[in-house]
């Protein structure tokens, strides 16, 4: 999916550039339940990418003028599918065959050049080869412990380059441990059922949970990988994949997990500068479990800022700075909220050009909650397109 700007000259209406509303619902809030009659997994359609309005009319295009298209997406671990997780879901589209043939094809309608996936299990069974069948190499971090899931990231081999990965396990925290950076805030009211369900008792087994070194031994992972674009440039571009913990009452151990993936960030930016004596831009995505404005948001974009403890590196998150966050990323009965972001690093010579479009809360193939037949997951992807805008590599 790398190539001209051009390339993708389909342009839309005017009243489909209004991508959302700017503002976010309430945190935690319900959708009305609705049963769904349709007995199969439907026909995905296509996914809409449709251009910003600042896209046609600028000429910042620099040398290069050359796009690659990023999605992000928790496709909900098959390990967390039980009937008792999803009650509102049609037990039909909870099964593996179904969901993983669902799932598949969805990644392959982005067309992307790069994907950053949470929730990924199966993987040395089923999705590692199929998307190789479909053009795509991978990486790939299980979870810590007994966790079946991870995250991953798939690349298009004739779009980029890896030429550096590195490994994030938030389990470091605890030998990292400093008792001044311990933070026992009032919960934010924000969690993925699966999750919830899944790993409620987890918390008690493995000792006092107010001893704040087992508060961080969460087994939560992340990825990060450079990639040289194959653009007339070779530009690198930085990708970090993660999936923050999910306990809405453990606010503390997201926070700790945020800032140690931001240093981590920060120092693999310098050695991928000095490496290859560029400027790489980064991207960060994932699913952080934490909603527009609470605490683990706010640090992430707080560079910059007065704030006290801000985070090592300027971002602003895509959406954001774009028309304003999505309604929603996570959509069940029992809580709606945007949970999974991309974030941009302010000095990186990248440009979005487009935003995948996501549904409303009165979209019709929404109602009653996810995962159904329309939407194999109980996340909804996220993406765009992006232009290089710089000559230098």
Same mark, same amino acid.
């Given at each position: ?9 389909? %342009? ?11 503002? *976010?619902?309430?945190?935690? =809030? ?25 896209? &046609? ?10 796009? +690659? ?30 969901? /993983? ?7 392959? *309608? ?6 950053? @996936?949470? $929730?990924?299990?199966?993987? !040395?069974? +089923? ?8 053009? #795509?190499?991978? @990486? ?14 798939? #690349? ?28 026992? !805030? ?8 699966? $999750?919830? %369900? ?45 999936? @923050? ?11 700790? &997990?945020?800032?140690?993936?931001? =240093? ?8 991928? =500068? ?12 994932? !699913?952080?479990? =934490? ?10 974009? *707080?560079?910059? /800022? ?20 999505? $309604? ?6 029992? +809580? ?5 972001? @991309? ?19 009165? /979209? ?30």
């Amino acid at each position: 999916m790398l190539k001209l700007q051009t390339a993708r000259a389909a %342009s839309l209406p005017l009243s489909l550039l209004l991508l959302r509303p700017i503002s *976010s619902p309430p945190c935690g =809030s319900r959708l009305a339940f609705v049963p769904i009659c349709k007995r199969r997994m439907s026909t995905q359609a296509q996914p809409k990418f449709a251009p910003l309005p600042t896209a &046609q009319s600028e000429s910042d295009a620099g040398a290069s003028g050359y796009q +690659f298209r990023l999605v992000s997406y928790n496709i909900l671990a098959q390990v967390y599918v039980k009937s008792s997780s999803f009650p509102h879901s049609p037990s039909a589209c909870l099964k593996w065959k179904a969901r /993983s043939k669902a799932v598949l094809t969805e990644l392959k *309608s982005f067309d992307a050049d790069l994907m950053c @996936i949470q $929730e990924l299990d199966e993987y !040395d069974t +089923f999705y590692m080869k199929n998307m190789e069948n479909s053009g #795509y190499s991978s @990486i790939y971090i299980q979870r810590s412990g007994d966790k079946r899931d991870g995250c991953g990231i798939f #690349y298009k081999p004739k779009s980029m380059e890896l030429v550096q990965k590195e490994v994030i396990h938030y389990n470091d925290l605890v030998g990292k441990y400093v008792h001044a950076d311990h933070v026992n !805030d009032a919960p934010s009211n924000n969690s993925s059922p699966a $999750e919830e %369900s899944s790993t409620k008792t987890d918390n008690n087994k493995r000792g006092d949970t107010n001893d704040p070194r087992v508060r961080l031994k969460r087994d939560c992972v992340g990825l990060l990988a450079a990639f040289k674009l194959n653009d007339p440039c070779d530009h690198i571009l930085i990708t970090a994949n993660t999936h @923050i913990y999910w306990d809405p009452e453990w606010i503390d151990v997201k926070l700790a &997990q945020a800032k140690y993936l931001l =240093s981590r960030v920060s120092q693999f930016e310098k050695l991928i =500068s000095n490496k290859f004596n560029c400027k790489p831009s980064v991207i960060i995505a994932g !699913d952080f479990n =934490s909603t527009p404005g609470d605490k683990v948001y706010n640090y992430l974009v *707080s560079a910059g /800022s007065e704030c006290t403890g801000e985070a090592p590196m300027k971002l602003r998150s895509l959406y954001a700075a774009n028309g304003g966050e999505p $309604e929603f990323t996570n959509c069940t009965p029992g +809580f709606t909220g945007t949970l999974d972001y @991309i974030f941009l690093s302010d000095n990186s010579s990248i440009k979005p050009t487009s935003l995948l479009r996501l549904p409303r809360g009165d /979209s019709a193939d929404v109602q009653g909650g996810l995962p159904n037949f329309h939407h194999p997951s109980d996340h909804l992807p996220i993406g765009a397109d992006f232009q290089v805008l710089s000559s230098e590599g």
